[in-house]
């Protein structure tokens, strides 16, 4: 299964749940961005589609992602200065990772244009999709709902977990890795990603 294929199936979930809980229950909504600061990792899968979504930006939205890019990759270097391209996060190790994710906890994604949207929407990685409401697998393990802001709506707060099948999931996602991994994606960050895809053409004088 391709991965652009997979990834709706948590679209899916997320709007069954979202009816579930009722109208206006669940705040996520455009313009809401409190889940989209600070470094996370993602996998090598969601690494090609993020370069992938690059690639299909106009230039100067291509422009203003990578120079944001650049910039937060600075900041990485601040935090670790060993670390560099591809910016593998298994190979710099959970413990200095986690110090970067605290230190630059504040740090807005890349992703993120002048208006506060998304500019990768469509193509935005797996994690990104499952926050915001608490998941329960085939196991009954439950992952709770990781957003910042839930304690602000009490009704969205205690919502019960979401059946799903999270095991078929990260099983077909598995694949997708693989393949992913053959091509020289490793598992890194949003930056990271935007990084290592294509780069802006220079513009042509005017």
Not at 51 to 60: I, M, N, S, Y
Not at 118 to 142: F, K, S
């Amino acid at each position: 299964m391709k991965y652009r294929t997979l990834l709706p199936i948590l679209d899916q979930w997320f709007a069954a749940g979202s009816t579930r809980a009722g109208p206006g229950v669940v705040p996520c909504r455009a313009g809401c961005t409190a889940c989209c600061h600070g470094p996370f990792d993602i996998s090598p899968a969601d690494a090609r589609l993020v370069a992938h979504a690059v690639d299909r930006l106009d230039a100067d939205q291509r422009t203003a992602l990578h120079q944001r890019a650049e910039a937060q990759l600075a900041r990485y270097r601040e935090v670790v200065p060993a670390w560099g391209p591809p910016w593998d996060v298994a190979a710099l190790g959970d413990e200095a990772f986690d110090d970067l994710v605290e230190t630059l906890a504040g740090l807005p994604c890349p992703a993120l244009g002048a208006d506060g949207a998304c500019v990768i929407y469509a193509h935005r990685p797996a994690t990104c999709r499952m926050i915001g409401l608490p998941m329960v697998n085939e196991d009954g393990d439950i992952l709770e709902n990781t957003c910042p802001i839930q304690g602000n709506f009490p009704e969205y707060a205690v919502l019960a977990p979401v059946p799903f099948d999270l095991e078929q999931f990260e099983s077909e996602a598995e694949a997708c890795d693989d393949g992913a991994m053959d091509a020289g994606w490793g598992i890194t960050t949003v930056a990271g990603a935007v990084a290592c895809a294509p780069a802006p053409a220079p513009q042509a004088p005017g």
